[in-house]
């Protein structure tokens, strides 16, 4: 996996008190295989590694206290450069009915995307209206119909013997009539870009012009959806890029790659196929990602959607002051139960490499959470806010009191030791850093 791969070049790197010329092209070397490991474009590998060693293979590196670090500064840094630098939203018309169009091959997410964008764009005060285009696969309309009933937002369709661009103009008229202000038009998809499928697309563009022409593609496609990103942007002009399926075991290598190929900033990804699980994308925090840095900030705002903000709050400053205890832990479980797939949120924890995260992840699935839940019930109140008082006759009862076994609760402890390790930490790093990252 690409981040435990430049996880373990910059280890060797941080290890080393004076860095030389040679050490720095070694490391390099690493992180150029790791990338085209991890399915990143040929050409922005190349012109990558490039720009880092330009900046790393010179004063800036070698007269600095602590050279691994600041060459992993700017390695952070030119990801973030590589993906956009910042945070792109939508451009929502200054007045009027802003209309997105969302575009893209068959099954990369287009009408499930669209139902989550409308969700999050009506959650920011506004008045979504879904519109079906796709007249062409059998069940697209219906499908369109319950995301959007799902989401609450009302879903336009005329059904399947109209055409898409009469459909898309309709549409946007409806909104008018009914006082909404955004149009999501789903449009229809194929398996391989044709020129029926771009004529369409080009006419309804014509006809609504939509202030953002959104591409959906399937990050698990890898290069190809590079190449989708860059012929679509040739015939129909995007704005931007939405990439789905994230969550799932693509190597990560398109989303490196599509802004530096197109042009074209990554907008949204897509990170399950609930319909909250969209995410703005932010350059920063996904390099953080792939630098091990974790990305505390993402887990907050998850946190925030999925459970009141004073409790955010709360559980931020635990976080903060490693204050988190059994109590907490049990309290969070239910919320967290929401927040999605364990495995993902423990991936944000700073220091949570990918190795530390298999290792936790094969003891804890979500099928255990209810082991869990038991043998945290059969603590005392005094031992979940004091876990150290957990010696081994305390153990073996919370074991029989639980019906788990002396080794499970053992490494419920255990993991949470480690989890609070990991806290601590972190708080040192962000102390006296104030919001700035830190290398530990
Ligand atoms: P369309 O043909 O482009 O409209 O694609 P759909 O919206 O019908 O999605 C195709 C499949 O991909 C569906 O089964 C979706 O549930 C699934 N899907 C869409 N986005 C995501 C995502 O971000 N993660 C995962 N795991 N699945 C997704
Ligand atoms: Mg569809």
Redesign the pocket.
């Known amino acids: 996996q690409l981040s435990t791969k430049l996880q373990d070049v910059f280890k060797q790197l941080k290890g080393k008190g004076k860095l030389s010329d040679k050490d720095v092209k070694l490391a390099l070397r690493e992180v150029k295989l790791a990338l085209l490991e991890a399915d990143v474009n040929f050409k922005v590998v190349k012109q990558f590694i490039k720009t880092i060693e330009e900046r790393a293979v010179g004063h800036e590196v070698m007269e600095s206290l602590t050279p691994g670090q600041q060459v992993i500064k700017i390695v952070n840094e030119e990801l973030i450069n590589l993906m956009g630098s910042t945070q792109s939203k939508i451009n929502f018309a200054p007045r009027g009915i802003t209309v997105i169009m969302m575009v893209?091959?068959?099954?990369?997410?287009?009408?499930?995307?669209s139902a989550k964008l409308s969700s999050h764009i009506k959650s920011q005060g506004k008045r979504p209206l879904l519109v079906a285009c796709?007249v062409y696969?059998p069940a697209?309309i219906d499908?369109l119909t319950k995301v959007g009933k799902q989401v609450n937002v009302p879903v336009f369709s005329m059904g399947s013997d109209k055409n898409p661009v009469d459909i898309a103009q309709a549409g946007v008229n409806y909104a008018k009539e009914n006082n909404l202000d955004v149009v999501i038009i789903?449009t229809a998809?194929r398996l391989h870009i044709d020129e029926v499928l771009m004529d369409e697309l080009k006419n309804i563009k014509a006809l609504v012009k939509p202030q953002e022409i959104l591409l959906?593609v399937d990050a698990m496609t890898g290069q190809d959806a590079v190449n989708v990103a860059e012929s679509f942007d040739q015939t129909l002009g995007l704005d931007g890029v939405v990439m789905?399926?994230?969550?799932?075991d693509s190597r990560g290598g398109a989303a490196l790659s599509v802004k530096a190929v197109t042009n074209k900033p990554i907008k949204f990804v897509?990170?399950?196929?609930k319909l909250n699980?969209l995410e703005p994308f932010h350059p920063e925090r996904i390099a953080s990602r792939i630098l091990g840095m974790g990305d505390v900030l993402t887990l907050i705002e998850k946190a925030q959607q999925n459970i009141d903000e004073k409790k955010a709050k709360e559980l931020e400053a635990k976080f903060r002051k490693a204050e988190f205890n059994f109590e907490d832990f049990l309290e969070q479980m239910q919320q967290i139960k929401n927040m999605g797939p364990i495995s993902q949120l423990l991936g944000m924890i700073p220091g949570m490499n990918a190795a530390k995260l298999n290792e936790i992840q094969g003891q804890v699935d979500e099928k255990q959470m209810a082991h869990i839940e038991a043998i945290i019930l059969s603590m005392t109140k005094a031992e979940r806010l004091n876990p150290s008082l957990l010696n081994m006759s305390r153990k073996k009862r919370i074991a029989q009191g639980s019906g788990r076994d002396l080794q499970e609760v053992n490494r419920l402890i255990k993991q949470f030791e480690q989890m609070q390790g990991m806290m601590k930490q972190f708080s040192g790093a962000m102390k006296g850093k104030k919001g700035k990252f830190k290398f530990p």
């Open positions: 893209g091959l068959q099954g990369a997410g287009k009408t499930t995307t796709d696969r697209a499908q789903d998809g959906v789905t399926k994230l969550d799932g897509g990170m399950g196929e699980d």
